[in-house]
């Protein structure tokens, strides 16, 4: 049997610029099912820390579903601590989503989800252009995200 993941755990992510964190914040379950939701936090870290609610504390970087209890049952990834989930991360961010898979962020057709509907927006406003784009990652991608400049204004 697998390990169970819980909300507010904290997610050791190794990469080659050193450790890097995230905290697990929801689960989407609704179908379709996008599962967990990492929030991950800036920063590297040449070693863990002792303390995490300093880390949690911090603004993130970015927003992504993940395949969380599989990372964590391979043991690619590791829940080291639990912290109560600040209170700027507790409401379920909204992503942004166009089927086009060729549209840029100007493109018409955009839509808004907050994790329970859907709408169109056409042209996303500046505060949405920053918005998650509605996507799963794997561990690779992940890691490369974080070890990039990466950011929810870099993706389409």
């Known amino acids: 049997m697998g390990k169970r993941v819980k909300f507010g755990?904290?997610?050791?992510?190794p990469t080659n610029k050193g450790l890097a964190y995230a905290i697990y914040t929801h689960r989407h379950v609704d179908p379709p099912v996008?599962?967990?939701?990492?929030?991950?936090?800036a920063g590297f870290h040449k070693k863990r820390p002792k303390d995490f609610k300093e880390i949690v504390a911090n603004p993130i970087r970015f927003s992504k579903f993940f395949p969380l209890v599989q990372v964590i049952n391979r043991k690619i990834f590791e829940v080291v601590a639990h912290e109560e989930i600040p209170k700027h991360l507790q409401t379920f961010p909204s992503?942004?989503?166009n089927p086009n898979t060729k549209?840029?962020?100007?493109?018409?057709?955009w839509w808004i989800w907050d994790g329970k509907k859907e709408w169109k927006v056409g042209y996303l406003s500046n505060d949405q252009?920053?918005?998650p784009?509605?996507?799963i990652v794997n561990d690779?991608?992940?890691?490369?995200?974080?070890e990039g400049k990466w950011g929810p204004d870099?993706?389409?």
């Open 9 to 13: 755990d904290v997610i050791e992510i």
């Open 140 to 146: 690779t991608a992940l890691r490369e995200m974080i």
């Open 154 to 156: 870099d993706e389409l």
């Open 34 to 41: 996008f599962g967990p939701l990492l929030r991950v936090f």
């Open 95 to 97: 992503f942004r989503n």
């Open 129 to 131: 252009k920053l918005y």
């Open 133 to 135: 784009k509605h996507s």
């Open 103 to 109: 549209a840029k962020r100007n493109d018409e057709g």
